[in-house]
């Protein structure tokens, strides 16, 4: 299920503005890479070109290659919605649907792929997703209730489970930690840990505690210079960004002597 | 807690020793012509009221020739009711769909270099005159329209929509006026709505894999669910008091007949267009049925438009 993704010489524009500039990545199936660097510099924008999230802004494109085992995502003739589909995204603010309940947040995905199910199935991957996004115990006995009524932290995770019951094989989070406190971040911090066996995933994060934390690689995103685009710095094993970083500018970052 | 101060008994001792803020000249002369401005509205919408109820209840007694050959008052005011309901409500059958999509091309598929002359458009065919729609369904759609009546009456004439024999002016030819009336409003209050949908819910939708109709329906839709409701009652209010192109329209003689057929000679009337094109001939009892008819089409809007906006608040403070 879980799937290595290889991004190649990557340029993404919105309009004429060239936002990233040169990324090569090669991000390990089943482990998780973090992208960290200060704001601006196309960290998120990489993260979305990743599942072509970015397209939702109009006049974004991307130049280079990106290949998820194999398959080039920018491909003529790819879906972007059926990238979307192998390719779940997790958000800076949780978005539960505010009309539906917990159990239909849930299976909002899977009822896009698939027309009919059976009432026993629905329950199952309900159970299986909630259960993986650490979350069952806390609401088995009111599924019914709107999304909305959880707390921030439990609505993060609704939406983890929202992402994983399709079954993708990359998950991809967007600051998903920014709008929690400690408890809850710590709470999708472990469940980060134990979505790595089966998933692929890639954080992006602002909290250089967090990244060295959960991450077995990082990313260190930067500008080349105010007006000009961002560009990946480094690209190590996360130990070594943060003991023993290659570039001059990483080790300015992580130790806050910034600029 | 133990540190918040009890206000109880500090406060008599505080006030008289805090300062009256300065008062600013402009702001009050604002303030009061704020006040004036909303009570003037108010005691306009009183005496439109109050008029309407001295001048029309002297109508409650009236049959026979001063009810327009009706037998009483109460079969009267009904008919033309009838009429002017079933006619608004074929228009919002008609202009529901026209306007969502209308509403959703310029908020959601569109490229902004298409959707904001499109919606400008719309825009401005609400500033047409109600008196030129008139002339345009008689003059060029109503003939336009005569030949799909026709079939209509031939091949589908045992469902009573479309029994009876066939005129171009019917009571269908009037409600698709009244729909292109009131599709400026509805798409311009649709459009609003469906734009303010929180890009989070658009985003969770298509980061799940959806297409973009299916992020309308799984983000936009639900929603926007309780303004569409209120910006078609809205249209509703609009068109029920439509009154020239109907008028102008529509063909019917006094309160016209209770039939569902839309396609035929023999049309109900509706309370605006029968004032229109009786009020001139009208003298003594016969004004205050008149009167009371508009009293009657008054409530009438009044409730539609309020319930539009009580729905409107109502899903403001659910999202």
Request: glycine fraction near 8%.
């Given at each position: 299920?879980a799937?290595?993704?290889?991004?190649?010489?990557?340029?993404i524009?919105?309009g004429?503005?060239?936002?990233?500039?040169?990324?090569?990545?090669h991000?390990k199936?089943?482990?998780?890479?973090?992208?960290?660097g200060?704001?601006?510099?196309?960290?998120s924008?990489?993260?979305?070109?990743l599942n072509?999230?970015?397209e939702?802004?109009?006049?974004?494109?991307?130049?280079?290659?990106?290949v998820?085992?194999?398959q080039?995502?920018?491909?003529?003739?790819?879906?972007?919605?059926?990238v979307?589909?192998?390719?779940?995204?997790?958000?800076?603010?949780?978005?539960?649907?505010?009309?539906?309940?917990?159990?239909?947040?849930?299976?909002?995905?899977?009822?896009l792929?698939?027309?009919?199910?059976?009432?026993?199935?629905?329950?199952?991957?309900?159970?299986?997703?909630?259960?993986?996004a650490?979350?069952?115990?806390?609401?088995?006995?009111?599924l019914?209730?709107?999304?909305?009524?959880?707390?921030?932290?439990?609505?993060?995770?609704?939406?983890?489970?929202r992402?994983?019951?399709?079954?993708?094989?990359?998950?991809?989070?967007?600051?998903?930690c920014?709008?929690?406190?400690?408890?809850?971040?710590?709470?999708?911090?472990?469940l980060?840990?134990?979505?790595?066996?089966?998933?692929?995933?890639v954080?992006?994060?602002?909290?250089?505690?967090?990244?060295?934390?959960?991450?077995?690689?990082?990313?260190?995103?930067?500008l080349?210079?105010?007006?000009?685009?961002?560009?990946?710095?480094?690209?190590?094993?996360?130990?070594?960004v943060?003991?023993?970083?290659?570039?001059?500018?990483?080790?300015?970052?992580?130790?806050?002597?910034?600029g | 807690?133990?540190?918040?101060?009890?206000?109880?008994?500090?406060?008599p001792e505080?006030?008289?020793?805090?300062?009256?803020?300065?008062?600013?000249?402009?702001?009050?002369?604002?303030?009061?012509?704020?006040?004036?401005?909303?009570?003037?509205?108010?005691?306009?919408?009183?005496?439109v009221g109050?008029?309407?109820?001295?001048?029309?209840?002297?109508?409650?007694?009236?049959?026979g020739?001063?009810?327009?050959?009706?037998?009483?008052?109460?079969?009267?005011?009904?008919?033309?009711?009838?009429g002017?309901?079933?006619?608004?409500?074929?228009a919002?059958?008609?202009?529901t769909?026209?306007?969502?999509g209308?509403a959703?091309v310029?908020?959601?598929?569109?490229?902004?270099?298409?959707?904001?002359?499109?919606?400008?458009?719309?825009?401005?065919l609400?500033?047409?005159?109600?008196?030129?729609f008139?002339?345009?369904?008689?003059?060029?759609?109503?003939p336009?329209l005569l030949p799909?009546?026709?079939?209509?009456?031939?091949?589908?004439?045992?469902?009573?929509?479309?029994?009876?024999?066939?005129?171009?002016?019917?009571?269908?030819?009037?409600s698709?006026?009244?729909?292109?009336?009131?599709?400026?409003?509805?798409?311009a209050?649709?459009?609003e709505?469906?734009?303010?949908?929180?890009?989070?819910?658009?985003?969770?939708?298509?980061a799940?894999?959806?297409?973009?109709w299916?992020?309308?329906?799984?983000?936009?839709f639900?929603?926007?669910?309780?303004?569409?409701?209120?910006?078609?009652?809205?249209?509703?209010?609009?068109?029920?008091?439509?009154?020239?192109?109907?008028?102008?329209?529509?063909?019917a003689?006094?309160?016209?007949?209770?039939?569902?057929?839309?396609?035929?000679?023999?049309?109900?009337?509706?309370?605006?267009?029968?004032i229109?094109?009786?009020?001139?001939?009208?003298?003594?009892?016969?004004?205050?049925?008149?009167?009371?008819?508009?009293?009657?089409?008054?409530?009438?809007?009044?409730?539609?438009?309020?319930?539009?906006?009580?729905?409107?608040?109502?899903?403001?403070?659910?999202?």
């Amino acid at each position: 299920m879980a799937k290595s993704i290889d991004v190649k010489d990557l340029d993404i524009y919105y309009g004429d503005f060239l936002a990233v500039q040169g990324v090569n990545v090669h991000i390990k199936a089943r482990s998780v890479t973090a992208f960290i660097g200060p704001s601006g510099c196309g960290k998120s924008t990489v993260l979305r070109s990743l599942n072509r999230m970015h397209e939702v802004i109009p006049g974004a494109r991307v130049e280079g290659k990106v290949v998820v085992d194999g398959q080039s995502l920018y491909g003529a003739g790819v879906d972007p919605v059926a990238v979307r589909r192998q390719i779940g995204m997790v958000f800076q603010r949780p978005n539960p649907f505010p009309t539906m309940s917990i159990y239909e947040n849930v299976l909002a995905g899977n009822r896009l792929n698939a027309r009919k199910m059976k009432k026993s199935e629905a329950d199952t991957i309900v159970e299986k997703s909630l259960r993986g996004a650490n979350l069952w115990n806390e609401v088995k006995d009111r599924l019914s209730k709107p999304g909305m009524g959880l707390s921030g932290g439990q609505q993060q995770r609704l939406c983890i489970a929202r992402a994983i019951a399709v079954e993708p094989e990359v998950l991809l989070m967007d600051e998903p930690c920014s709008a929690l406190d400690p408890i809850s971040t710590s709470a999708v911090e472990d469940l980060i840990h134990e979505l790595k066996s089966d998933y692929t995933i890639v954080i992006v994060t602002h909290n250089m505690q967090q990244a060295a934390r959960v991450s077995d690689d990082t990313g260190f995103f930067n500008l080349k210079a105010v007006g000009e685009p961002g560009h990946l710095v480094e690209f190590n094993p996360t130990t070594k960004v943060f003991s023993n970083p290659e570039e001059p500018a990483t080790e300015a970052y992580i130790s806050g002597r910034f600029g | 807690m133990s540190t918040m101060v009890d206000p109880g008994p500090e406060a008599p001792e505080t006030a008289p020793q805090q300062a009256k803020p300065p008062t600013r000249l402009g702001d009050v002369l604002f303030s009061k012509i704020s006040l004036v401005s909303g009570l003037i509205v108010i005691l306009f919408l009183a005496g439109v009221g109050t008029f309407l109820l001295i001048q029309g209840l002297p109508a409650l007694g009236a049959s026979g020739e001063t009810a327009y050959g009706e037998p009483s008052i109460w079969k009267f005011v009904g008919m033309l009711l009838y009429g002017t309901i079933y006619a608004s409500v074929i228009a919002i059958v008609i202009v529901t769909p026209l306007a969502i999509g209308l509403a959703l091309v310029i908020s959601h598929y569109a490229p902004r270099s298409l959707a904001k002359p499109v919606g400008y458009l719309v825009d401005l065919l609400a500033a047409v005159p109600s008196v030129v729609f008139g002339l345009w369904g008689l003059e060029v759609l109503a003939p336009q329209l005569l030949p799909a009546y026709k079939w209509l009456s031939e091949h589908a004439s045992w469902i009573p929509l479309f029994d009876g024999s066939v005129n171009s002016r019917s009571l269908l030819t009037a409600s698709i006026v009244l729909a292109l009336m009131a599709l400026p409003i509805v798409t311009a209050l649709l459009r609003e709505i469906f734009a303010q949908t929180p890009r989070a819910h658009e985003e969770a939708a298509l980061a799940l894999g959806a297409t973009r109709w299916e992020m309308i329906r799984l983000a936009v839709f639900p929603y926007a669910r309780s303004g569409m409701v209120a910006a078609i009652l809205l249209g509703l209010g609009r068109a029920l008091g439509e009154t020239m192109a109907v008028a102008m329209v529509l063909s019917a003689t006094g309160t016209g007949y209770l039939t569902l057929s839309m396609i035929s000679a023999e049309n109900p009337n509706t309370i605006a267009a029968f004032i229109a094109n009786n009020y001139a001939n009208a003298s003594g009892a016969k004004i205050n049925s008149m009167i009371f008819a508009g009293l009657a089409l008054f409530l009438l809007t009044f409730v539609v438009n309020f319930a539009g906006r009580w729905i409107a608040t109502r899903g403001q403070n659910k999202g």
